[in-house]
């Protein structure tokens, strides 16, 4: 009887083992086969000071308002925050490394500009930009009216379909920094594809 449940146990193991085996050799031919590894994913996040001013820029697209956001560039909270992602999933460092506040080049800087040299950068890593999506933390303005513009200026800027490019925007619900109309924060996730 200890024998026969022996034995029915060691077949029932070799089958799981087998098994396991098996799901292991498909995984590693899948990951060879098809390259995985070939794809790359940056989060980038970013936040900028509301101050007294008439009108602010969000990705790319200038939009009249009561208030200015803040900062040694234009303040395009947006395209910082993709400039970020983008340079994160090509390991390409960071916007502090790549313009840093302490140049007097970048004071004033159109951020557009900012992002056409990071994809520059992105396309001689030999990678292409997959899609982007961006979040934008504000309680004013409202983005969904300017939503499809603002995805038409990045679109343009990477050399995507604006398909490829989404935007959202979320309030602060009246807390935090946002919320009280202190400051607009953005996040953005990328997915580049190594191209050789």
Known sequence: M??????????????VVEKRVFLYNT???????????????????DTHRLGP??????????????????GHSDADVLLHALI????GAAALGD?????????????????????QEVVNQVHQAEYRIVNVDCILFAERPKIAPVALEIRRSIAAVLSVLPEAVGVKAKTGEGVGPVG??????AQ???LLEKIS
């Open 2 to 15: 200890g024998c026969t449940l022996f034995y029915c146990g060691c077949e029932a193991l070799l089958r």
């Open 27 to 45: 995984r590693v031919f899948i990951w060879e086969e098809f390259g995985t590894n070939n794809f790359r994913i940056g989060i980038g996040h």
């Open 53 to 70: 001013g008439s009108s602010l820029r969000l990705g790319g697209v200038n939009l009249p308002h009561d208030r200015s956001l803040i």
């Open 84 to 87: 970020d992602a983008l340079l």
């Open 95 to 115: 916007i502090g490394q790549i313009f840093p506040n302490t140049d007097i080049k970048n004071a004033d800087r159109n951020s557009v500009e900012m992002l």
């Open 180 to 185: 009280r109309e202190e400051a607009i924060s």
């Open 188 to 190: 953005a996730v990328a």
